[in-house]
């Protein structure tokens, strides 16, 4: 298996690394190819506009589908991001790494999907969900929360985690085509044993040697949903 692991903290030393670590560890032992863009120390511009690009479609107007559109059709992309997007097409499966701020992603782990999923490479003429350009491919967040699991239950101060991740789950890996795997979370790390931590270690490594069979996220059913919306389009009429 080919797995790229997109790495989002900028402390070498902390818990998101040592995962990372386990997980190359792991990969590299059973023979499997790993790759890894560690964001922070790439020094990773998060910022999308005409920086993207070395092509120009319009020079009057940046409108950025249009010109990820063109990009995607003519080479136009800057080689940092075509990079990128190289390493994704070339995985079976993708690896979010991040620890969990304000209840989403990292703003340079965001950057990075702002940038790398464009129009034409990621998505776009009828391709989205089961139909996406990675259908067939597996994708996982593995995360850290600061909080302890009973703050993101039905009854904690952040609720439960599964709808904060769904605009990750679905939104992003779902509407590009991946299979999107259960995610691997870690709650409150700093306030773990040395115990706790080397039995969590070990838990991520057995996952991460199980990656092709672990278990997914339910998927939309898209006929259902475009049937849905041309139903929709003939009562309007």
């Given at each position: 298996?080919?797995?790229?692991?997109?790495?989002?903290?900028?402390?070498?030393?902390?818990?998101?690394?040592?995962?990372t670590?386990?997980?190359?560890?792991?990969?590299?032992?059973?023979?499997?190819?790993?790759?890894?863009?560690?964001?922070?120390?790439?020094?990773?511009?998060?910022?999308?506009?005409?920086?993207?690009?070395?092509?120009?479609?319009?020079?009057?107007?940046?409108?950025?589908?249009?010109?990820?559109?063109?990009?995607s059709?003519?080479?136009?992309?800057?080689?940092?991001?075509?990079?990128?997007m190289?390493?994704?097409?070339?995985c079976?499966?993708?690896?979010?790494?991040?620890p969990l701020?304000?209840?989403?992603?990292?703003a340079?782990?965001?950057?990075?999907?702002?940038?790398?999923?464009?129009?034409?490479?990621a998505?776009?003429?009828?391709?989205?969900?089961?139909?996406?350009?990675?259908?067939g491919?597996r994708?996982?967040c593995?995360?850290?929360?600061?909080?302890?699991?009973?703050?993101?239950?039905?009854?904690?101060?952040?609720?439960?985690?599964?709808?904060?991740?769904?605009?990750?789950?679905?939104?992003?890996?779902?509407?590009?085509?991946?299979?999107?795997v259960?995610?691997?979370v870690?709650?409150?790390?700093?306030r773990?044993?040395?115990?706790?931590r080397?039995?969590?270690?070990?838990?991520?490594?057995?996952?991460?040697?199980?990656?092709?069979?672990?278990?997914?996220?339910?998927?939309?059913?898209?006929?259902?949903y475009?049937?849905?919306?041309?139903?929709?389009?003939?009562?309007?009429?």
């Amino acid at each position: 298996m080919r797995v790229f692991i997109v790495h989002a903290h900028h402390e070498p030393g902390s818990f998101n690394g040592a995962l990372t670590r386990e997980a190359c560890a792991a990969l590299a032992a059973a023979g499997d190819e790993v790759v890894v863009s560690d964001l922070y120390a790439m020094g990773f511009d998060p910022v999308s506009d005409r920086r993207n690009f070395t092509t120009v479609r319009d020079p009057r107007r940046l409108k950025q589908q249009d010109e990820e559109s063109h990009a995607s059709a003519n080479g136009g992309f800057v080689a940092e991001l075509q990079a990128e997007m190289d390493k994704v097409a070339w995985c079976d499966a993708l690896v979010l790494q991040f620890p969990l701020w304000w209840l989403g992603l990292p703003a340079i782990l965001k950057g990075w999907v702002d940038r790398v999923f464009a129009v034409g490479s990621a998505y776009g003429g009828g391709r989205y969900f089961s139909r996406g350009v990675f259908a067939g491919k597996r994708a996982m967040c593995s995360l850290t929360v600061g909080g302890p699991a009973d703050a993101y239950s039905s009854i904690g101060a952040y609720g439960p985690l599964a709808p904060i991740l769904y605009p990750i789950h679905h939104g992003i890996l779902g509407f590009v085509g991946f299979d999107v795997v259960e995610p691997f979370v870690v709650h409150a790390p700093a306030r773990m044993s040395e115990e706790a931590r080397t039995a969590c270690l070990a838990d991520y490594r057995r996952r991460m040697l199980s990656l092709a069979s672990a278990p997914l996220l339910p998927r939309l059913d898209i006929a259902a949903y475009e049937g849905l919306v041309l139903k929709a389009g003939a009562a309007a009429r």
